[in-house]
């Protein structure tokens, strides 16, 4: 399923990523190469814009994550606090060597994004409620617009016999309950 488009910004944070875990694979045991690495990283970024807040936090966590390193056994707790800092830093050094025409970098995290995406919607039932709601559009008491908005058609939905609990007779005069019936974006007098 292609719901992503590919541009700078996906290559250059699959780059990113690619090249950390390789980082990683390469520093899987605990030498001052990592965290050498790291602080200068920190002190090449605290000359260009220190006033950066962002950059500001980086450089702390940076350095934070750099003591971790003096008690062994401590690695994936460092890369865990380095790992924002350490991508753009091994982009920098490495990125032009990436091979670009290497799309596994690239599909592995669009395809995350991909899967996170509908984690989310079926854990919001939006599946569930799509075909509600296309029941009631086959059923007659919706339509849909040209935009893909769809809404519920009140008259169709009483001509059928039913009410409308906001709208029943003695409640249709009252704009609380239709304001309340449309939302909180709503402006109900």
Same mark, same amino acid.
């Given at each position: 399923?292609?719901?992503?488009?590919?541009?700078?910004? +996906?290559?250059?944070?699959?780059?990113?990523?690619?090249?950390?875990?390789?980082?990683?694979?390469?520093?899987?045991?605990?030498?001052?190469?990592?965290?050498?690495?790291?602080?200068? *990283?920190?002190?090449?970024?605290?000359?260009?814009?220190?006033?950066?807040?962002?950059?500001?936090?980086?450089?702390?966590?940076?350095?934070?994550?750099? *003591?971790?390193?003096?008690?062994?056994?401590?690695?994936?707790?460092?890369?865990?606090?380095?790992?924002? +800092?350490?991508?753009?830093?091994?982009?920098?050094?490495?990125?032009?060597?990436?091979?670009?025409?290497?799309?596994?970098?690239?599909?592995?995290?669009?395809?995350?994004?991909?899967?996170?995406?509908?984690?989310?919607?079926?854990?919001?039932?939006?599946?569930? +409620?799509?075909?509600?709601?296309?029941?009631?559009?086959?059923?007659?008491?919706?339509?849909?617009?040209?935009?893909?908005?769809?809404?519920?058609?009140?008259?169709?939905?009483?001509?059928?016999?039913?009410?409308?609990?906001?709208?029943?007779?003695?409640?249709?005069?009252?704009?609380?309950?239709?304001?309340?019936?449309?939302?909180?974006?709503?402006?109900?007098?």
């Amino acid at each position: 399923m292609n719901t992503t488009d590919i541009d700078d910004k +996906i290559i250059l944070q699959g780059r990113r990523k690619h090249l950390l875990a390789r980082y990683k694979q390469e520093h899987a045991t605990e030498d001052d190469s990592v965290s050498d690495s790291v602080l200068a *990283e920190t002190k090449v970024s605290q000359a260009v814009t220190v006033a950066d807040l962002l950059l500001r936090a980086h450089i702390e966590t940076a350095r934070s994550a750099a *003591e971790v390193l003096r008690a062994p056994g401590k690695l994936p707790e460092f890369f865990a606090k380095t790992d924002d +800092i350490l991508r753009p830093y091994l982009d920098a050094l490495h990125g032009a060597d990436v091979d670009s025409n290497n799309h596994k970098i690239y599909l592995e995290l669009t395809q995350t994004f991909e899967r996170r995406f509908f984690e989310d919607m079926n854990a919001l039932n939006v599946p569930q +409620i799509a075909r509600f709601v296309e029941k009631i559009v086959a059923n007659g008491f919706g339509y849909a617009c040209s935009d893909g908005s769809v809404y519920f058609d009140i008259d169709s939905f009483e001509k059928a016999g039913h009410s409308y609990s906001r709208l029943e007779p003695w409640n249709k005069n009252d704009r609380v309950l239709q304001a309340d019936g449309e939302g909180s974006l709503s402006k109900g007098k």
